[in-house]
């Protein structure tokens, strides 16, 4: 441990500082499921280029098969990242945003984000078009939950 971290976890305990925790992961306030829109469409566009990506002939040189593979390998790099960013992203939502009082404005909440969050880990395991589909318009259903709420916070 370097010198300078001694010395602060030292001056630290001797003025009594403790760290603080937030409760949730955006203490100031600012939720918005735009980030896990542009995720889940993130992942749908990765199915769709994997999906539509030519293969090249078993006679091709090595080379063509080289960048095939580079450039499956990199889509499904960002398909995966990016449905773990949707999933991140809805689980702070249902965690940190909505409450209790919600489920009276949206009995199927729990259900709604419960299947979303297991779309986003199908979405990471495979290339379906139709399962990505189904997570973008999740997210467009979770998207208007919220926009609901937000609009009720204001009355």
Not at 15 to 25: L, S, T
Not at 42 to 69: F, G, I
Request: contains cysteine; hydrophobic residues 40%.
């Amino acid at each position: 441990m370097a010198l300078a971290q001694r010395l602060t976890r030292l001056i630290d305990r001797l003025f009594g500082i403790e760290p603080v925790y937030a409760h949730c992961d955006v203490p100031c306030g600012i939720y918005d499921p735009h980030g896990a829109a542009i995720a889940a469409k993130t992942v749908h566009t990765m199915n769709k280029k994997v999906t539509d990506l030519p293969v090249p002939a078993a006679t091709a040189p090595a080379h063509d098969h080289l960048e095939y593979r580079n450039t499956v390998v990199r889509m499904t790099t960002t398909k995966e990242e990016h449905a773990r960013i949707c999933k991140q992203e809805l689980l702070i939502l249902w965690t940190d945003y909505f409450k209790p009082e919600h489920l009276a404005m949206f009995p199927d909440l729990h259900e709604t984000f419960w299947k979303a969050a297991k779309l986003c880990s199908y979405n990471k395991q495979h290339v379906d078009l139709a399962k990505s589909q189904e997570l973008m318009d999740a997210v467009a259903k979770i998207s208007e939950m919220f926009g609901k709420a937000e609009a009720a916070k204001k009355k």
